[in-house]
T-cell receptor, first 114, second 115 residues
Framework: AQTVTQSQPEMSVQEAETVTLSCTYDTSENNYYLFWYKQPPSRQMILVIRQEAYKQQNATENRFSVNFQKAAKSFSLKISDSQLGDTAMYFCAFKSSGTYKYIFGTGTRLKVLA | KAGVTQTPRYLIKTRGQQVTLSCSPISGHRSVSWYQQTPGQGLQFLFEYFSETQRNKGNFPGRFSGRQFSNSRSEMNVSTLELGDSALYLC??????????????FGPGTRLTVL
């Protein structure tokens, strides 16, 4: 069975600094998709970034980028120039291409400090 | 385009009662998934519906059930509520399941409190 592990329950970062959130997963599949979702205190879960496992190139969305290491089964999220609005719970998620089910990690609570 | 909507946003029930939560997906989305979110367990997958059929189910007791209507709107029902059912219930929609490129979009959730 696939699992997703986020080993950092809480993190904090100073405004304008860079922070990296860790995520590891376990699967025997070769075709799958990885996601980072953000859940601000208002609770609406928002997609931050998505990575297809068959793509070598790391995904980037403005200040958000990932470091995808397929062999190591690692999928970390880097937030550059952190802003107060980045304060949220961040969830890493895995989806096999052959299933309908998303598997989420337990989340990392990120606090951006002014 | 309107996002995923969930009603009600807040609900308070007592043990033994039953509850029905509703989810309207993004227009054009045909797949709806439900999750239970609690501080201790994180996000737990409940079930997923596509074309009015349950395609996948998580490890929850039979008290948790759902359905999807022809307009893709979905409801989930919890019968004989227990204190441990207190949680945030999230609904997510996507265009279609099984397509690896598909992405889920979440609603704001329904906060259920069982007293």
């Amino acid at each position: 069975a696939q699992t997703v592990t986020q080993s950092q329950p809480e993190m904090s970062v100073q405004e304008a600094e860079t922070v990296t959130l860790s995520c590891t997963y376990d699967t025997s599949e070769n075709n799958y998709y990885l996601f980072w979702y953000k859940q601000p205190p208002s609770r609406q879960m928002i997609l931050v970034i998505r990575q297809e496992a068959y793509k070598q190139q790391n995904a980037t969305e403005n200040r958000f980028s990932v470091n995808f290491q397929k062999a190591a089964k690692s999928f970390s999220l880097k937030i550059s120039d952190s802003q107060l609005g980045d304060t949220a719970m961040y969830f890493c998620a895995f989806k096999s291409s052959g299933t309908y089910k998303y598997i989420f990690g337990t989340g990392t609570r990120l606090k951006v400090l002014a | 385009k309107a996002g995923v909507t969930q009603t009600p946003r807040y609900l308070i029930k007592t043990r033994g009662q039953q509850v029905t939560l509703s989810c309207s997906p993004i227009s054009g989305h045909r797949s709806v998934s439900w999750y239970q979110q609690t501080p201790g367990q994180g996000l737990q997958f409940l079930f997923e519906y596509f074309s009015e059929t349950q395609r996948n189910k998580g490890n929850f007791p039979g008290r948790f059930s759902g359905r999807q209507f022809s307009n893709s709107r979905s409801e989930m029902n919890v019968s004989t509520l227990e204190l441990g059912d207190s949680a945030l219930y999230l609904c997510a929609s996507s265009l279609r399941p099984g397509d690896g490129a598909d992405t889920q979009y979440f609603g704001p959730g329904t906060r259920l409190t069982v007293l």
